[in-house]
């Protein structure tokens, strides 16, 4: 079941943020960045996010599993599921779910060291545009766009 998040579900979609967001940042962030990222500094982010707009939708099992969020018809971001619940086919579903929100060309936008974020998108047709942000001089993010073929 995919719910859209609200005040009462946030601090469970905070959660999977939270130790996603740490999971997939292991390894090219300092130790110090990435206990910054709480389940109380999530709360706060995906609060401001829903905010400014962006919808939340929340993926859940027997528990909730993952995270994705929309915005402006279009651009797809904060896809996690947790770390335990990865190679489900938890982020497809919500991928796919996502994909089916948006009204315009489907876009998002990927850390460039992010193989495993770049293998899943490739494979439900989405490509890289060329637009780059640079992040540091070893980081950047790269957009990719979903490609819709007509034959």
Partial sequence: M???VNAT???AAAEIHSKAWQDSHTGFCSDEFIKQHTI???KEYLENEMNDGKKLYMLIKEKPVGIVSIKENTLIENLY???TEQHKGYGTELLLFAIGQCSETPRLWI???NQKAYSLYAKYGFRLTG???TLSSTLAEVEMALLICTQ
């Fill in 111 to 113: 850390l460039d060291n």
């Fill in 2 to 4: 995919i719910i859209e």
């Fill in 131 to 133: 637009q780059k942000h």
């Fill in 40 to 42: 109380s500094h999530q």
């Fill in 9 to 11: 579900t946030l601090l």
């Fill in 81 to 83: 599921i947790l770390p």
